[in-house]
């Protein structure tokens, strides 16, 4: 018996690691699932804002157009939100970005109001991904292929998407003004470096998945090259 203890104490430490492993990557896929449905969100947002910002130059069909589609994938994202949230622990994030729709759907606020309430639900999404990456346990992945990956869309992925929307709304002000101020060329450029900076790291991943795995890079060596 004695010497049966020692392969028992084995059997018993290898099934709790295969255990955990399991529990880590089952966490890992809840997070992946819970941040598509933020970034689904997080890219109607970004277009109501557009329509938003554009309220003058273009009609409010297009506008609340933007506005239903949001809410058809917020209330989507608010539905796993219930079931995963307190899981992945950002329910108090969740709920800091509902408030931020709330303000966001307020007819009481002046167009530049209107406009800074969208940026905020905008900023609150991208929080919100933050969270989910954190508390998924994706961002400590042990494995390097599905880290660099994890990184390349989830860590860079929301700010090329950020700051690409600010560029969008630079662009229509100077079409609108029919000229480019110093003030708002130092701006495009501003965002410009951002988004080229978060590019480039971007890309570097991508390229750590490839040497790590090349295998596994070429599933997704077209949408990687997009």
């Known amino acids: 018996i004695a010497f049966l203890l020692p392969i028992f104490w084995m059997f018993a430490s290898y099934y709790l690691e295969v255990s955990r492993n399991l529990e880590f990557v ?99 999404l991208i929080t919100l991904i933050d969270k989910t990456t954190d508390g998924s346990g994706l961002a400590l992945d042990p494995d390097l292929q599905s880290y660099y990956l994890m990184s390349a869309i989830l860590m860079r992925g929301p700010e090329i998407i950020q700051n690409t929307s600010h560029l969008r709304g630079l662009g229509r002000n100077a079409l609108n003004a029919k000229q480019l101020s110093p003030q708002l060329a130092a701006e495009i450029q501003q965002h410009l470096s951002v988004m080229e900076h978060e590019l480039s790291l971007a890309l570097r991943d991508f390229e750590k998945v490839k040497q790590v795995a090349p295998n596994y890079f070429s599933k997704i060596e077209t949408n990687a090259t997009e």
């Not at 277009?47 to 589609?69: D, F």
Request: avoid cysteine; charge should be neutral; charged fraction near 20%.
């Open 26 to 124: 089952h966490q890992e896929r809840l997070g992946v699932q819970y941040a598509k449905s933020v970034y689904t969100a997080l890219d109607h947002a970004a277009t109501w804002r557009y329509q938003v910002r554009s309220s003058t130059t273009s009609s409010n069909s297009a506008t609340n157009e933007a506005k239903s589609q949001f809410d058809v994938t917020f209330k989507d994202l608010e539905s796993l939100n219930n079931k995963l949230g307190s899981t992945l622990a950002n329910s108090t994030q969740f709920e800091q970005t509902r408030q931020s729709l709330i303000l966001a759907q307020s007819d009481k606020l002046s167009a530049e109001e209107t406009y800074k309430a969208h940026t905020a639900l905008f900023q609150n």
